[in-house]
Structure formats: C-alpha cells, structure tokens
C-alpha cells in the first residue's frame, strides 16, 4: 500500500490527543456546580430514572448518608462541600435544607438529591454492584476448567468483547453456549467493540466479517441480543448508552501491541519513542488515498497501519476499564511483551514496577525474581493462581488516560495464569489460533481475573 502524501514524524504518544472521558475541572461556584448538575442528569436518562429507587423511603437515610460520605472526600471547595452537605444532614427529604439545596442545585429536595446521586455516581455504583458477588465468581472459576460457564449460572448472562476484529469470537462462544442457554430461557445480552473503522481500507482480516455480522444481527434469535460498535476507542464507552454499565465477562482477546505493552505511569514518553523506533522502525504519519494512516519503516519495509496504532494507552488504563465493567475478567492471547507489563500492575511489590525500564527479554528475571521463575516454568496449557506466587495489589490506582469523576477504588482478589492461546473447551478468536503459525513468538498468556471493589476504611 502506497502513501499519496506524507507528513511529519509522529512523536510516541503516550496517552489519546484527547480524551472526552477526563473530568473537567470542580466546579468553583454555586452556578458552575447547578449547571454541571443538570449536564450530568441530562446526559444520562437512564440514571436518573434509576436514581427514584434511591430516594425511596426505605432506603433514603442510607442514600442520604452515602451521599455525604461521597461529597466530603469529593474536590469542591470548602463552601460548596459544606453547603451540600448540610442541606442534606437531615434523615428525610421534607427535613433537608430546601431553601440551601435549591440554591445549589437549582431544584427541589427529591429531584435534588436525585441529581446528586448521579453527579457523584451513586447510580453507576449501585448498577455495578449487581450481577454475582465476587467471592462467588471467584469460587467458580476455582472450580471450573472454562471461566465462560459461569454465563450458564447467572440469571442475566452478558458479555462486552473489547477489540472484537472478525467476530469470530463471537461465532464461537455462540457455538459452545448458545443452545444451553436457550434451553433454559435466559437472554443473552452480547456486545462487541472494536476500534477499526467500518470500510477503512486498513486493517485487513481484523474488520468484522460482514458475514457473521449479518448472522449475529439479522438472524439473531430474541434470546439473543447482540450488537456490534465499530470506530470505537475502547477507553471512550461512556459516550455510548446501549451498552450495559456491568457485565457478567468482559473479554479482551490479544491486548494489542504496542497499546498496553508500556505504562505511562511507568515510562516516559522519550522511553517509549526511543524503545517503539528500535524495536519497530522509524514512523510517520502518512494519507493513504485520503485516509490518515501510519506507516512505519520495519527491517526495510514499509507497513502501513491505523493512525492510531502507535498511540500507547497502558495496561492500568484496560485494567482499569475491566474492573469497572465486568464480575469476570478475560484476557487472552496475551503476547509476552504485553503480558510482563500487565502483570507489573497487579502485583504488590513495587519493585516489579521500576522507573523508565523497558521490560525486556533481558532484564526480567532480575526484575521479577522467583515471580519470572516460577511463571515461565510453565508449560503450554499449565495454570497457576498468582497469589500463590507473589501478593497482589491491594489497590489499583487510575490510570493517566482513564479518569472519572469519584472513582471507585477497585482490585482484584483473584488471577489466574494459563500458558497457550487456545484451550479445550472454550471458545477462541482466530487471533488466538494464528499463534501456533507464528515461529517468533513465545506461547502467549491467558489471564482470569476477579475484581471487587475496595472496601472503604
């Protein structure tokens, strides 16, 4: 593929040019604070639907108590986190402080704590805390060889695929669960994201077969609800409402390279750009017959990729995305290079976390010590639960690219490691079957992964 007209070098970005997902900035004063109130009520229906069961007299005294709690360890000033909270003191609606709530949120008691508890995510975190209990997920993976069995346990089995490529996946998962699933009456609500753009003329076999979309969508049965997003910045879900807030698993099938194998909290942008041109060749942004792509320079030749491809959001920034949005986490098809990085987020010992050192073949068993031993000791197939080995990270703190209002903090009790892209048993993308054909790379990692929240102190 030839380039019609060049540009510069890109720089190595080490997060998205622009990321509408950050929060803006507290705001400073009464105005500034109603009108962020009634964005956020408007921008999410659904929540504010949700938000009446939380005013509900049998559950109002606790809301009200939540609500404080959330907005004095929130980052408004003084006068506005007194106000609030003050109007609020009192255990019933007609008992709060109407004349200082409707100065700060502009509406009447009900309709004002209703708004609050969306602002400040009471509603998104009551929707996460559905769905089974993470102990529970937990001692099912424990005692089960395939961690997608656990869709045939749930009352409302769902899945979100992240960078679903060809939906083969997809096919696949249908083929090992769906005729169980309909025997038993349940839904099953499947959602599928991938970043590539419909009708671009790069990527190649990654788009979505237009067959199999036809056949998850027009020839869907109504026991199964599925839906394709294409053009998708997984780090940018929030802009789209049809997609559930939890779900039962999340999948991401090889996280790509070089996305989420440097972690900006951890490297440099130099580090990254210097490390991405050795490794991968000189780059620039180039138009392919109209289209902005990326072309790098690799041993002599010229590929031509996504524009995006090259723009690095880390694993803490996917790590983050999972614990918010699935009970049961799935990583596959990991590459090496990706998979020592990802792993460096989920341990405690922060010296498996150095300063600007790239994770190379090279300097890994000295970073990670008995941890490296132990885990490539494994043969294809093997699995071992990572606790065993070394403590996990008892927090998992935000990612530089994926911030939120009121973050809730998140971890995950549990992590298991499999060797090898394809098991029996479960279902697999033609990614993960493509490994056995690549001569240089190493078995890939599969990890299954168990968040819960963090319980506040």
Request: hydrophobic share 40%.
């Amino acid at each position: 593929m030839t380039a019609d007209q060049n540009h510069s070098y890109a720089p190595c970005v080490s997060k998205p040019p622009s990321t509408p997902a950050v929060e803006p900035a507290a705001p400073q004063n009464p105005a500034q604070l109603r009108r962020l109130i009634q964005e956020s009520k408007s921008a999410d229906p659904a929540a504010w639907e949700s938000a009446r069961k939380l005013v509900h007299r049998s559950r109002l005294e606790h809301t009200l108590a939540r609500l404080v709690e959330r907005i004095q360890h929130s980052p408004l000033p003084g006068t506005l986190r007194d106000g609030l909270v003050a109007g609020l003191s009192p255990a019933s609606a007609e008992g709060t402080d109407r004349v200082r709530l409707k100065e700060l949120t502009g509406l009447p008691p009900a309709k004002a704590i209703r708004a609050l508890c969306v602002y400040f995510a009471l509603v998104r975190e009551e929707a996460t805390s559905s769905g089974p209990a993470p102990h529970e997920v937990e001692s099912f993976v424990k005692q089960n060889v395939s961690p997608y069995d656990l869709l045939l346990h749930v009352e409302k089995p769902s899945l979100l695929d992240l960078g679903a490529g060809d939906l083969s996946f997809e096919e696949e998962l249908l083929d090992h669960y769906f005729p169980a699933l309909q025997e038993s009456g349940k839904v099953l609500t499947l959602h599928a994201v991938d970043r590539l753009q419909p009708g671009s003329q790069l990527g190649g076999a990654y788009h979505a077969d237009p067959e199999r979309l036809r056949r998850l969508t027009r020839d869907a049965p109504d026991t199964l609800h599925f839906r394709f997003w294409g053009g998708v910045d997984m780090m940018d879900l929030s802009t789209h409402p049809h997609l559930l807030a939890r779900y039962t698993v999340l999948t991401c099938h090889a996280p790509a390279t070089p996305t989420f194998a440097y972690e900006p909290t951890r490297l440099s942008p130099a580090t990254i750009h210097s490390h991405l041109t050795q490794t991968k060749g000189k780059y620039r942004t180039v138009q392919v017959r109209g289209e902005k792509a990326l072309e790098v320079m690799h041993r002599g030749q010229a590929l031509t990729f996504p524009h995006w491809k090259f723009v690095i959001q880390g694993p803490l920034a996917l790590l983050n995305l999972a614990v918010r949005r699935g009970a049961l986490c799935i990583l596959s098809a990991i590459d090496d290079e990706v998979f020592w990085e990802i792993l460096a987020q989920l341990v405690e010992d922060p010296g498996m976390r150095p300063q600007d050192v790239v994770f190379t073949p090279d300097v890994l068993p000295e970073i990670f010590g008995h941890v490296h031993q132990t885990l490539s000791s494994l043969t294809v197939g093997e699995r071992c639960h990572l606790s065993d080995v070394t403590p996990l990270r008892q927090n998992l703190p935000a990612s530089t690219t994926h911030r939120e209002r009121n973050p809730i903090a998140y971890r995950f009790r549990f992590a298991e490691i499999r060797r090898g892209a394809v098991f029996p048993g479960m279902p697999a993308g033609s990614t993960a079957r493509q490994f056995r054909h690549m001569s240089e790379e190493v078995p890939p990692w599969h990890l299954v992964l168990v968040p819960e929240r963090v319980p506040s102190r």
